[in-house]
């Protein structure tokens, strides 16, 4: 589960939540020229992706562009997929 706040239509914060309600992080995003950590989790909460996302004026929205560390389901890692504005590139 998350709960994404906004402000002018820009998300400023984002919360990630585990199925029991405890808190996998809570992320400010004070400054959209300056890139944010995000996540998808599994159903039981733990992280599935880690993603890195960028700002991007021409679509007005954060878009995954960078690397992006995945999970299995129990929370060990199972590699690096690259994406640029927003499409996966390389995995």
């Known amino acids: 589960m998350i709960d994404e ?23 400010i995003i004070a400054d959209k020229t300056k890139p944010f950590v995000g996540f998808y989790l599994n159903q039981n909460g733990t992280i599935r992706k880690k993603l ?5 004026d021409h679509d007005w929205g954060w878009l995954a562009d960078g690397p992006c560390e995945c999970f299995d389901s129990d929370g060990h890692p199972t590699g690096i ?4 504005l927003g499409k996966l590139v390389s995995d």
Do not use: L
């Open 5 to 27: 706040y906004y402000s002018v239509g820009v998300m400023t914060r984002s919360v990630w939540y585990q199925p029991d309600g405890a808190v996998v992080a809570d992320v």
């Open 52 to 56: 890195t996302y960028r700002f991007k």
């Open 81 to 84: 997929e690259i994406y640029t």
